[in-house]
């Protein structure tokens, strides 16, 4: 399923394909989707995140991670048996910010794939164990149904959270890249 969902994506965003070797590299190492989603397997893995839009869309909701000490979208690890990246993504962000009426915003030609995919370098964490390894982020867009939408972080996880506007969001480095996909994802709304 992983190997599809990746190959049907590169299909969509050809010129992300070298970029994302790493990832592709991952999947011929480790065929089964199992072995992809191991939060145990420190060669990489995979996690599954929301880049989370206001009712309006004029903001991006980040949090501040405790351990990476950064600013960054709600998501994570997929739980034990957890087949779809879409529903891992809506289950970390609603753990994370307790936001659950959200709409998919799928990218017109891309339905149920990734709005992106990202990987990163996670430094190790002795407190639990864990060495330095990567993470094979499938983003999915979702906007927020009701603009009252009360927030409220798993202060485990994250110790800060803000509504960031889309412009700003999009002077970040980690997010920089998404400004043409951001445009299309709205405007076929």
């Known amino acids: 399923m992983i190997a599809t969902i990746v ?13 994302l070797e ?16 191991s939060r145990h397997n420190f060669v990489g893995h995979l996690t599954a995140s929301g880049i989370v839009l206001s009712a309006d869309g004029a903001q991006v ?12 979208q709600p998501g994570g690890h997929f739980d034990c048996g957890e087949e779809s990246p879409i529903a891992a993504a809506r289950r970390e962000v609603a753990e994370e910010t ?9 990218l017109p030609g891309a339905e149920s794939l990734p709005f992106d995919i990202n990987v ?15 993470h094979h982020d499938l983003r ?22 803000r ?5 700003d969001f999009l002077q970040m480095a980690d997010f920089a890249h998404l400004g043409d996909k951001l445009q299309a994802a709205l405007a076929a709304r």
């Not at 790493?22 to 989603?37: E, G, N, V």
């Not at 009360?150 to 110790?159: F, P, R």
């Open 61 to 72: 909701l980040l949090l501040f991670h405790k351990n990476l000490r950064k600013f960054i």
């Open 163 to 167: 509504w960031v506007s889309r412009a």
């Open 98 to 106: 307790s936001l659950e009426d959200l709409e998919l915003l799928d």
């Open 120 to 134: 990163h370098a996670i430094p190790a964490n002795p407190r639990k164990g864990e060495p330095a390894h990567f």
């Open 22 to 37: 790493p990832l592709s590299r991952l999947i011929a190492q480790f065929p089964r989707d199992a072995d992809l989603k």
């Open 7 to 19: 190959e049907d994506y590169f299909a969509v965003y050809p010129r992300e394909r070298d970029e």
């Open 140 to 161: 999915f867009l979702f906007r927020c149904r009701r603009s009252n939408a009360a927030v409220v972080i798993d202060l485990e996880e994250s110790e800060d959270w």
